[in-house]
């Protein structure tokens, strides 16, 4: 007995799933463009339910990290572990099935589809095309869950309008909306507040942290305002480097960061 209690207490607690391990997490992750060195050795770790802005000068390989992560390049070298798996080198599609959605900087709507028929096609990505067409219950489910993901990001009132009569701010939401409706465990948000008011930041902020409550959210951001009222950690690039990473506090006070950023 006592001696079975003695082996038990030495046994390490068993791993919880998702609750101890990264989301994502990169392992010296590496991208040369002929000689420039775009990404140096990135290691990177996301934890499940985090919001996390990437901030950085032009340059800084913040975009090219997106790009690895979502499959749009291959890296040169390392390791991209997303639930464990390693994603690095997979095709988008493969990527967007496995829980990974990304919202572009330039836009990639369907300007003359309706916005439910924008958010219905992702959707239906999502799912087997073929199947859809031929059961009509199943074409109704993803019309409903077009309609509810319109709704989460403000647009449930605009559902017959073409996308491409939506404002700009909109627009930007509605891209939010389609990468929502493949049902992503990851979303990537490349500076969504890009060319809006401040009404629309505003507005984009919250729709942000209302979606976040299911979601792990990385988002590149330039409005320092923005990056610090969201995100609960921020990662800094600098020249393919990860050169800090902390709290906003901890990362406003940063000597290197307000170096990089006085210069430039
Ligand atoms: N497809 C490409 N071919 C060659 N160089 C690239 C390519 N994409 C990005 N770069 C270069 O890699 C570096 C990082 O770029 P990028 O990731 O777009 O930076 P950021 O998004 O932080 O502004 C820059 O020097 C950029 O010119
Ligand atoms: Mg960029």
């Known amino acids: 007995m006592a001696s079975a209690l003695s082996i038990d207490a030495t046994f ?39 919001i996390r802005a990437i901030i950085g000068p032009n340059g800084a390989g913040k975009s090219t ?67 859809m067409l031929r059961h009509h219950s199943a074409y109704r489910d993803i019309i409903d869950k077009a309609q509810g993901v319109l709704d989460a990001v403000g647009l449930g009132a605009k559902a017959g309008e073409l996308a491409a009569n939506l404002s700009h701010g909109e627009q930007r939401n509605l891209e939010i909306g389609i990468a929502l409706a493949t049902e992503p465990q990851l979303l990537c948000l490349d500076e969504p507040t890009a060319g809006m008011s401040a009404a629309e930041t505003h507005d984009t902020m919250e729709l942000v942290r209302r979606i976040a409550k299911d979601l792990t959210i990385l988002i590149v951001e330039h409005d320092m305002q923005v990056v610090m009222a969201l995100a609960q950690r921020i990662s800094v690039f600098h020249y393919g480097d990860l050169l800090a990473e902390g709290t906003p506090d901890e990362i406003q006070q940063n000597p290197r960061v307000l170096e990089v950023y006085l210069k430039t």
């Open 12 to 50: 390490p607690a068993p791993v919880r799933e998702g609750a101890a391990a990264p989301l994502l997490r990169t392992e010296r992750l590496t991208v040369r463009f002929g000689g420039l060195t775009a990404l140096d050795n990135v290691d990177f770790e996301i934890r499940r339910g985090e």
């Open 65 to 131: 990290f997106f790009n690895c992560l979502t499959g749009v390049l291959r890296p040169t070298s390392g390791r991209i572990l997303f639930n464990g798996e390693n994603i690095a080198g997979l095709p988008p599609n493969l990527i967007s099935q496995k829980g990974i959605a990304r919202s572009y900087q330039i836009t990639n709507i369907l300007p003359n589809a309706t916005t439910l028929e924008n958010v219905r096609i992702a959707a239906q990505s999502r799912r087997h095309g073929w199947s």
